[in-house]
């Protein structure tokens, strides 16, 4: 019998984001371009003797209640295949920053998924847990696929495109976050919203030109940040030799595509004296995936 699995939970950035209507419950229907990064989050799930769901996190900001999305991916996965056996412990070591708009409470819920899938030998396919997850969050599907994909809906409408070429990511959060509900809120009420050519970043990706495709990043949201750090820290990416730079969801992390290590390491220290945290990251081909069973 497995006593624990672990699960490696990649965060991810959106290339493109837009947003084409409101359905009737609230919910906003988008248009998005995501890509998975190798900053990853680290999800230990074990049983336990005792009932009920324990979660214990490395980050003072992260909520360990029933608000979490581990602890709610974790309850909607056993009401989906009848678990009554419910005692575990869920670990998160956090390395994706929290309200950056890089899909860490996403990812997290994704890590748990996996973990439990195997952790109870449900061997459920992507296709259920992702039926799972996106009622758990827009972003959790893709957090469960990964790699480079479109998605469009709520997020549980997929079309994988080819992974993005070869390059660096320098992602910049400001010490300011910003809560995806009030981004979603202020969006509402834009007027002569600019809408991003998702079409033309698509074609790009499938031809396999990183520049063109750097040149096509776009976010309707961005607009609802309300952070003057949000353009400087685009500014002095492209100033530093970025292909692209934009926020990542409803932000506040912002990214820049680089091609040149050197130039990337360059911005970086440039970057230290303008944002909380600064990261250097990859894209990856992969969602959340086991990294280590303990029978």
């Known amino acids: 019998m497995k006593k624990s699995v672990v699960a490696g939970a990649p965060g991810k950035i959106n290339l493109s984001l837009d947003i084409t209507g409101i359905l009737p419950n609230g919910y906003h229907e988008m248009d998005t371009v995501l890509q998975a990064i190798d900053l990853c989050d680290t999800i230990t799930v074990k049983k336990r003797a005792q009932d009920g769901i324990l979660i214990f996190c490395d980050r003072p900001r992260v909520p360990c209640d029933e608000t979490n999305h581990a602890y709610i991916a974790a309850l909607k996965f056993f009401d989906t295949f009848g678990i009554d056996d419910r005692g575990i412990e869920i670990d998160i070591c956090k390395r994706v920053p929290v309200q950056a708009g890089l899909g860490g409470g996403s990812a997290d819920a994704a890590g748990v998924l996996t973990a439990l899938n195997v952790l109870y030998e449900v061997n459920a396919d992507l296709e259920t847990l992702c039926r799972i997850g996106v009622t758990v969050g827009a972003d959790v599907p893709f957090c469960l696929a990964g790699g480079t994909r479109r998605a469009r809906g709520i997020g549980e409408q997929f079309e994988q495109l080819p992974d993005l070429p070869d390059c660096l990511l320098l992602i ?124």
């Open 172 to 295: 910049a959060q400001p010490a300011s976050g910003i809560s995806t509900p009030e981004s979603f809120r202020r969006y509402d009420r834009l007027v002569g919203v600019r809408h991003p050519d998702v079409e033309s970043l698509v074609r790009a990706i499938k031809a396999g030109n990183v520049k063109e495709a750097a040149s096509h990043l776009g976010n309707v949201l961005e607009d609802t940040a309300g952070l003057r750090e949000i353009p400087e820290l685009k500014s002095m990416m492209l100033s530093a030799g970025a292909l692209g730079s934009l926020m990542s969801g409803s932000g506040s992390a912002v990214f820049g595509i680089f091609e040149s290590r050197w130039l990337a390491k360059r911005c970086m220290r440039k970057l230290y004296n303008k944002a909380n945290c600064v990261l250097l990251a990859h894209p990856v081909p992969h969602g959340a995936e086991v990294i280590q069973v303990v029978e």
